[in-house]
């Protein structure tokens, strides 16, 4: 059965997502770019942007099942990009090129309508104004049976959350202390929603810990 799930979502140890301050030029927020040592290096991020080499092994591995199963995809409007407020045109088009990783639909959601966007390598952004229920609906039904995965920010995983619409989520906790940022847990709590630690395994670079329903 098709589920709806987290994958590859970096964390601080301090439990923050997303640093301070996010602009231009800081995507991931001040001391964001931190938390993803752990999949910089690997054969698969280096094989999505276009390189050779990068190593195998678990933190490789999860890199891979962060990205493998998906039929579809949903973004908060900040992890979209910078932008805020009403589209002011249509120049804006993600952070990643004319070919995002996504290679699916994906559905980000917006105050403000927008019309889709499609890019190479078959990613096709649909902006979605009726809220959490209403674009996960969409993105269940573009799957065609294959998992959804909630991308992020931090914001948009805790409104799934608190509406208990998430199987499954693996964070990798980096070795990294931000202080300051988007708090993931804060306010929530995972074993009344019935949430279990069914996987961890543990490298130089990250601690994966897979949590299930």
Do not use: C
């Amino acid at each position: 059965m098709a589920k709806v799930r987290v994958a590859g979502f970096s964390l601080s140890l301090d439990g923050f997502g997303a640093g301070p301050d996010q602009s231009l030029e800081n995507p991931l927020g001040k001391g964001g770019e931190e938390l993803h040592r752990w999949m910089f290096g690997t054969r698969m991020f280096n094989a999505m942007i276009g390189k050779n080499g990068g190593s195998d092994g678990i933190d490789d591995a999860y890199a891979h099942r962060s990205m493998d199963g998906f039929g579809a995809f949903i973004l908060g409007r900040n992890m979209f990009g910078p932008v805020r407020g009403p589209w002011q045109d249509e120049s804006w088009k993600g952070w990643w090129g004319d070919n995002p990783p996504y290679h699916a639909p994906t559905f980000v959601l917006t105050h403000h309508p927008r019309d889709p966007i499609q890019m190479d390598g078959g990613t096709t952004f649909i902006f979605v104004t009726e809220g959490i229920e209403a674009a996960l609906d969409q993105a269940t039904r573009a799957a065609g049976g294959r998992d959804v995965k909630i991308a992020g920010g931090v914001d948009t995983v805790r409104q799934y959350l608190r509406a208990g619409l998430i199987d499954e989520m693996h964070f990798a906790l980096s070795p990294v202390a931000l202080g300051q940022g988007e708090a993931m847990f804060a306010g929530i709590d995972l074993p009344a929603q019935g949430f279990r630690v069914a996987e961890y395994q543990a490298t130089e670079h990250a601690a994966h810990v897979l949590l299930r329903r």
